[in-house]
């Protein structure tokens, strides 16, 4: 089970995969997100003569379309026992002296991997982000930069493109110790690029509140009624015009929807939780008060019950 965004829910709702029929498919409305997908997970064989050995040989991975071999290579090595076998030897001598012009490319995408794999993030956002990084640096013009700065950079635009942005502050805990500062001037500089290269502006999705709201409301682990309410919210905002970014809005909303919870919330948790400074929460809730009534949905909260929200 994961999540990913659904077009008829309109909101990032669980999905569950069925590897048979290679479809994603919603669990809350049953849309088939993605048909007839690929596979790309490593094969598993058994070659055992014996029907009860189930033991597994690894047949290898998926080739890769962005390296120049695809990824495929042959390995050298003595055989079982051999003390001096001189030809394995001096072959294996030999390849391991030969250039690997996808090395640097290789170890890119390793990190990216394991960035993507520390947020949580599917798969396509991790083929998104390596083919960024292929793109800019074939263009050789990351060289001398922060590499943890250009992975991360690449990391946070394929999210946007695929329409699961994360914050700068989630992709700077995962980048190896490069700032928001310079994750920010990376994903500038690759836009720039990237945009000189094709010769028009590059398309990264529009952020909106609801695209943070479920996965905050998850880590302050806050009840499915005050989740919907929130979303409910969030999406009645939208028809206002509140100039604060979507996810100082969608911190405000939780602290507005956590106040009229029964397990109520502290300012400094949804701090935590959101990367929202509390001063920051507090201006735009303050935005958000007068709206209340407008927001707030009537199955949720009760004019009375507005009435005991904190004034700002």
């Not at 939208?238 to 969608?250: G, H, K, N, T």
């Not at 106040?259 to 109520?264: A, H, I, P, T, Y």
């Amino acid at each position: 089970m994961a999540d990913a965004y659904c077009r008829d829910c309109k909101k990032s709702t669980e999905v569950a995969f069925d590897h048979s029929a290679g479809d994603t498919v919603c669990t809350e409305c049953g849309l088939v997100l993605e048909a007839h997908s690929i596979d790309e997970t490593s094969e598993w064989r058994t070659f055992a003569n014996e029907s009860g050995d189930n033991d597994p040989v690894r047949v290898g991975g998926p080739s890769n379309p962005l390296l120049t071999d695809g990824g495929l290579s042959t390995v050298i090595s003595k055989p079982n026992g051999a003390q001096g076998d001189f030809l394995s030897s001096s072959l294996g001598r030999w390849q391991n002296r030969g250039s690997n012009p996808d090395r640097s490319l290789i170890v890119a995408f390793r990190s990216i991997a394991a960035m993507a794999d520390r947020l949580g993030l599917v798969a396509t956002i991790k083929d998104r982000a390596n083919e960024i990084y292929k793109k800019v640096e074939d263009l050789k013009s990351i060289r001398g930069r922060n590499q943890d700065a250009i992975l991360a950079a690449c990391i946070y635009i394929a999210c946007r493109q695929e329409d699961i942005p994360r914050t700068v502050k989630e992709i700077c805990s995962v980048a190896n110790g490069a700032s928001k500062k310079e994750i920010g001037r990376a994903k500038e500089y690759i836009v720039k690029q990237l945009e000189l290269e094709m010769g028009q502006s590059m398309e990264m999705g529009t952020i909106h509140a609801s695209d943070f709201l479920r996965r905050f409301c998850s880590h302050l682990g806050m009840t499915n009624q005050a989740v919907k309410a929130a979303q409910e919210a969030v999406q009645r905002s939208e028809e206002l015009d509140i100039r604060r970014s979507p996810i100082s809005i969608a911190a405000a909303v939780i602290y507005m929807i956590t106040q009229l919870s029964e397990e109520k919330k502290l300012l400094r948790d949804i701090s935590l939780a959101t990367g929202v400074a509390e001063g920051t929460i507090r201006n735009s809730y303050k935005d958000l008060y007068p709206y209340a009534s407008r927001l707030i949905p009537t199955t949720f909260a009760k004019e009375e019950d507005l009435r005991n929200l904190c004034t700002p």
